[in-house]
């Protein structure tokens, strides 16, 4: 497992050197996580309410269009900062592997429910699949 900077610098890309909300890519493999990583499988991404009332009206309210540009944001920038707002939102799912430098100092297990309380556009995110869009909640 490599070992991983504590501010997360390691996952920037573009521009290096700079933390990783800032930056305008991160990388978001996560086939292999590093040492002071936790890798969840998400099941919601809750969009901060600006960042998501934005691209429904750029996507006219179509739901295959607000899922098509939060594909395009996150495979762009490996991440969900919405280029127009600058916001990002927070996520709910399930802890799937803890890195080992922190996994005997968080009370933490594989398994467990987690919501994040830090921004998506700082967190490094995949989609493989939006499984629905909820615009009555945004």
Same mark, same amino acid.
């Given at each position: 497992?490599?070992?991983?900077?504590?501010?997360?610098?390691?996952?920037?890309?573009?521009?290096?050197?700079?933390?990783?909300?800032?930056?305008?890519?991160?990388?978001?493999?996560?086939?292999?996580?590093?040492?002071?990583?936790?890798?969840?499988?998400?099941?919601?991404?809750?969009?901060?309410?600006?960042?998501?009332?934005?691209? $429904?009206?750029?996507?006219?309210?179509? *739901?295959?269009? !607000?899922?098509?540009?939060?594909? /395009?944001?996150? #495979? @762009?920038?490996?991440?969900?900062?919405?280029?127009?707002?600058?916001?990002?939102?927070?996520?709910?799912?399930?802890? $799937?592997?803890?890195?080992?430098?922190? *996994?005997?100092? !968080?009370?933490?297990?594989?398994? /467990?429910?987690? #919501? @994040?309380?830090?921004?998506?556009?700082?967190?490094?995110?995949?989609?493989?699949?939006?499984?629905?869009?909820?615009?009555?909640?945004?």
């Amino acid at each position: 497992m490599k070992k991983g900077n504590k501010y997360g610098i390691h996952r920037v890309i573009e521009p290096k050197g700079v933390l990783p909300q800032p930056a305008n890519k991160i990388d978001n493999n996560m086939d292999e996580i590093w040492d002071n990583e936790i890798l969840i499988d998400v099941q919601t991404l809750n969009i901060d309410s600006a960042s998501f009332t934005q691209i $429904e009206e750029q996507a006219k309210g179509d *739901k295959a269009e !607000i899922a098509r540009i939060m594909l /395009d944001i996150v #495979a @762009t920038q490996g991440k969900h900062r919405n280029p127009v707002t600058g916001s990002g939102g927070m996520l709910l799912g399930t802890v $799937e592997k803890i890195g080992d430098a922190i *996994k005997d100092k !968080i009370d933490l297990k594989v398994g /467990d429910k987690i #919501a @994040t309380l830090v921004s998506l556009s700082l967190t490094p995110l995949r989609i493989d699949k939006i499984k629905d869009i909820r615009p009555d909640i945004d």
